[in-house]
């Protein structure tokens, strides 16, 4: 018995790789444009997307910096999806450093598509202070998060549960998508809230009969806008970053798309520039072909 | 008189939940039928659905729709017959219970150019 069990977790990494390798089939990625913003399109089942979101910047007193999350994107049910994130940083003259992992859980409420459609968000987030992939923006969050030294940064522990409440519309060719963020550090610190709103829209709605990388149905554009909303203890927009974000997405032909986002702060105390952009790639039923692998393992035994 | 209004009531509520049982498409409420498909007929948007389906559709429902697992056929009468509309319909809203995901992201007019190939499959 736990012969099998060693061979299994031997195995397991190979089985995940060649699983992805015999998924060629893609489906059209998640979000639309969005990088922060959630709509209230679900991951198909069985299907897995894999994502690396990056945002690089400078901020005023700091060097340099590029945060990354690498995110795994399976959908457990046609209303229920699952993501994992691994997280990580470089920072110009100091280190690259893993600044801990995510796991976020999105919940569709209503079973049919309606002029606003719900989404319950709930994520566990195990990282430090060193995090900078910002994929979210809370409270007072700001330009001085993404200083200091990496070394002292990650000492300070966040260990959160947040919330969101995604609202997601479609209206001829648009996307319209609404977050509203609550985040609450499981030891101490008061709810954080924050919000993310976006607009979108491929550049022509019907697709053309050839296959192409250029077509304009290939390509979506909108724009963002986010921000901190204080705590419940001081609920506002003083002292509070905000962000104004074009976004375009490009999806080739073959599946990959790519997503760049330069983003503006409005605020004070918001990052002046940061440049986001994120490549992503979706293996159809990757669920089903795992699972037959693992079966086909089964049974050769 | 309390426990034969019981009875009647626990009857209509059978009937309603087998009424709704049947295909996706049979499920349609009957405004949604009335739309047409802006498409229709056009060789264009058959070949323009023909590669959205190979994106969107045919890693659950096969190529050429022949279905697969538990994703049905879509190259049977029922598909085949069924209203522009009662397919526009079920792509839209897509059924959470049987696993099928909305398809309200795609633009409307993708949509249609997928039923314009849906109505091809039959007998491939």
Redesign the interface.
């Given at each position: 018995m736990k012969s099998g069990l060693k061979r299994c977790r031997r195995r397991a990494p190979w089985l995940l790789f060649t699983a992805v390798c015999l998924c060629p089939?893609?489906?059209?990625a998640g979000e639309?444009p969005f990088l922060i913003t959630y709509?209230h399109?679900?991951e198909?089942?069985?299907?897995l997307e894999i994502t690396t979101k990056s945002v690089t910047g400078k901020p005023a007193d700091g060097n340099r910096f590029l945060g990354s999350a690498l995110e795994f994107e399976y959908?457990l049910?046609?209303?229920w999806t699952t993501e994992v994130y691994l997280d990580g940083q470089i920072t110009a003259r100091d280190s690259t450093v893993f600044t801990g992992y995510r796991w976020e859980n999105r919940f569709?409420v209503l079973?049919?598509?309606h002029w606003i459609n719900p989404v319950l968000y709930v994520e566990f987030e195990n990282i430090n202070g060193a995090d900078k992939s910002l994929l979210e923006v809370v409270d007072n969050d700001g330009e001085g998060d993404l200083t200091g030294l990496n070394s002292e940064n990650r000492a300070e522990k966040k260990r959160e549960i947040e919330a969101k409440l995604i609202l997601g519309s479609?209206f001829?060719?648009w996307?319209f998508a609404e977050n509203l963020i609550a985040e609450k550090n499981v030891k101490h610190a008061p709810f954080e809230f924050g919000y993310a709103v976006g607009i979108s829209r491929?550049l022509a709605?019907?697709?053309?009969?050839?296959?192409c990388n250029l077509c304009p149905?290939n390509f979506q554009a909108g724009v963002e806008l986010y921000g901190g909303l204080g705590t419940h203890e001081h609920f506002g927009l003083s002292d509070t970053s905000h962000y104004l974000a074009p976004t375009v997405a490009w999806t080739l032909a073959s599946g990959p798309r790519f997503t760049v986002s330069p983003t503006f702060g409005i605020t004070e105390t918001s990052a002046k520039f940061l440049l986001r952009f994120a490549v992503s790639y979706e293996l159809?039923?990757f669920g089903?072909t795992a699972r037959r692998l693992v079966r086909n393992m089964g049974g050769g035994r | 008189m309390n426990r034969l209004k019981t009875l009647v009531l626990v009857l209509l509520l059978a009937v309603a939940s087998w009424a709704r049982v049947g295909t996706l498409v049979q499920q349609a409420p009957p405004k949604a039928k009335e739309l047409s498909n802006p498409f229709d007929g056009q060789k264009r948007a058959q070949l323009a659905g023909a590669k959205l389906f190979a994106r969107e559709c045919a890693a659950c429902h096969g190529p050429n729709g022949i279905g697969m697992g538990k994703a049905p056929p879509l190259n049977q009468s029922d598909v085949h017959e069924a209203v522009p509309g009662a397919l526009f319909w079920v792509l839209r809203n897509g059924s959470m219970k049987r696993g099928m995901p909305s398809f309200a992201h795609l633009p409307e007019p993708q949509r249609w150019q997928i039923i314009v190939y849906l109505k091809t499959l039959k007998d491939r």
């Open positions: 089939v893609y489906a059209l639309g709509t399109q679900m198909e089942p069985g299907n959908g049910k046609a209303w569709r079973p049919r598509e479609y001829k060719g996307t491929p709605l019907a697709a053309r009969p050839d296959r149905e159809d039923q089903r | -």
